[in-house]
C-alpha cells in the first residue's frame, strides 16, 4: 500500500466494480464479491491487493506473486498462481491504471485563497479555485472554474487559463492561452522570451519576441519544463500533448495532437510536429524541420532534418532506425577486428 502519510486512499472495491471501472473481463472461477483494498508491484503485493501484468520479463514475479488479484491479458490466465483472481483486459496496463486512479483519486484542497497571495484586482477568477501561500496573479488574468495555483506560483497579466487547470509551486506564466485541465508542474518556465537576436560585428541584437503560447486541453507540462512564447507566430502545444521534466520547447514550435516528450528532449525554434509524436530522452531536434505524424525518435538522436509520417528514427544523425542498427552493427565489427 502507498504511504498513507502522502496518498489518501479510496475503496475497498469489489472485483465487481473493479472490473467495471477498468473495463475488464473477470477470469473463471472468482468471486465477484471479494474484497480489495490497493494496488501493489507483483513482488510486494498481498492477498487483498490488485497488481498487474504487460510485460513477459515479469512472468516468474507473476507466478510468485501473492496478490489477490491481477489485471493480465487473457493468455496468462492459465500461468496464474492457484487462488489469484484476474481481470482480463487487452491493455492490462491502462486497465490497472483506471483502477489505482479509483483507489488514490486526485485530491482537490478545499477552494480558498491564502492570505499571502497577491492578486491584482483587474484579475477575474472562476468559481472554486484554490490559490496557496505566495502566489502571485497579475492584472487581467483570466481564470476558470476549480483551479488550483501552487505557493509562489507567478501567473503574468492578461494570461487565461481554462477551468480545471493546476499550476505547481514556483511555475511562471506569461504571454500565453491555457486551455482546460492543463497540468503544469513545479518549477516549469512557460511563455518566456525564445532565443532569437540578429548578429553581425558589432555583436548580438535582440529580436522581439512579439508571439504568444497556445496550450490546448489536456496537456500535462513536467518540472522545470520551459516553453518560449513565438517571435511572431506563437509557439502550439497540441491537445493531450505529455511532457516530460527537463524539456526546452523554443519559439515557433508547433506541436500535434498527444504526441509524448520526454525527459531533456530540445526543440529548436519554428520546428513542426505532427500528431502522436514520440521523442525519446535527451533527443536533440533541429531548427525548421518538419517531423511527420506518428513518428517516432529514439533517446540521444539528433535529428537535423524532415522525418517522415509513421517512421521511426535513430542516431546522431538521425536516420531510419533499421540504419542506425546496422551502423551500430558495423562499427562493432570494425572495432573488434581493429582490437585483434
Known amino acids: 500500500m502507498a504511504d498513507p502519510r502522502f496518498f489518501k486512499v479510496g475503496g475497498p472495491f469489489t472485483l465487481a466494480r473493479l472490473a467495471e471501472i477498468s473495463g475488464s473481463l473477470i477470469g473463471e472461477g472468482a468471486d465477484p464479491d471479494a474484497f480489495f483494498n490497493s494496488v501493489a508491484p507483483l513482488d510486494e503485493a498481498g492477498p487483498e491487493d ?15 506473486s501473492r496478490a489477490g488479484a491481477c489485471v493480465v491479458e487473457a ?35 478545499e477552494p480558498g485563497i491564502a492570505t499571502t497571495a497577491v492578486i491584482d484586482p483587474t484579475a477575474r477568477l472562476g468559481e472554486d479555485c484554490w490559490v496557496d501561500a505566495g502566489a502571485v496573479i497579475g492584472g487581467n488574468v483570466e481564470m476558470g472554474k476549480r483551479c488550483r495555483i501552487g505557493a509562489n506560483a507567478v501567473i503574468g497579466d492578461a494570461v487565461v487559463l481554462g ?24 518549477g516549469a518556465r512557460v511563455g518566456q522570451d525564445g532565443f532569437g537576436f540578429a548578429t553581425d560585428a558589432s555583436g548580438h541584437t535582440k529580436v522581439p519576441q512579439l508571439g504568444r503560447v497556445i496550450i490546448h486541453d489536456d496537456v500535462e507540462i513536467g518540472a522545470n519544463t520551459t516553453i518560449d512564447r513565438g517571435a511572431g507566430p506563437d509557439t502550439v502545444i497540441g491537445a493531450g500533448c505529455m511532457i516530460d521534466n527537463l524539456v526546452q520547447i523554443g519559439h515557433n514550435v508547433q506541436l500535434g495532437k498527444g504526441c509524448v516528450i520526454v525527459a531533456q528532449v530540445g526543440i529548436s525554434g519554428s520546428t513542426r510536429i505532427g500528431d502522436n509524436v514520440m521523442i525519446g530522452g535527451q533527443g536533440g531536434i533541429s531548427g525548421h524541420v518538419d517531423i511527420g ?3 517516432q525518435i529514439a533517446a540521444k538522436s539528433g535529428v537535423r532534418s524532415n522525418i517522415p509520417a509513421g517512421t521511426q528514427y535513430g542516431g546522431i544523425p538521425a536516420v531510419p532506425i533499421r540504419d542506425w542498427h546496422r551502423q551500430v552493427v558495423t562499427l562493432a565489427g570494425l572495432s573488434k577486428r ?3
Request: glycine share 6%.
Open 50 to 64: 490488485v497488481s498487474f501484468l504487460d510485460n513477459k520479463r515479469y512472468a516468474e514475479a507473476f507466478a510468485k
Open 75 to 109: 493468455e496468462w490466465a492459465s500461468k496464474a498462481p492457484n487462488g489469484m483472481a484476474l481481470l482480463m483486459s487487452e491493455n492490462p496496463y491502462l486497465a490497472f491504471a483506471r483502477v489505482a486512479q479509483a483507489f488514490y483519486p486526485d485530491e482537490r484542497p
Open 163 to 186: 477551468d480545471d487547470c493546476v499550476v505547481g509551486s514556483s511555475a511562471s506564466l506569461s504571454h500565453c492561452i491555457v486551455g482546460c485541465r492543463v497540468v503544469i508542474y513545479p
Open 293 to 295: 505524424k506518428g513518428a
Open 338 to 340: 581493429k582490437g585483434k
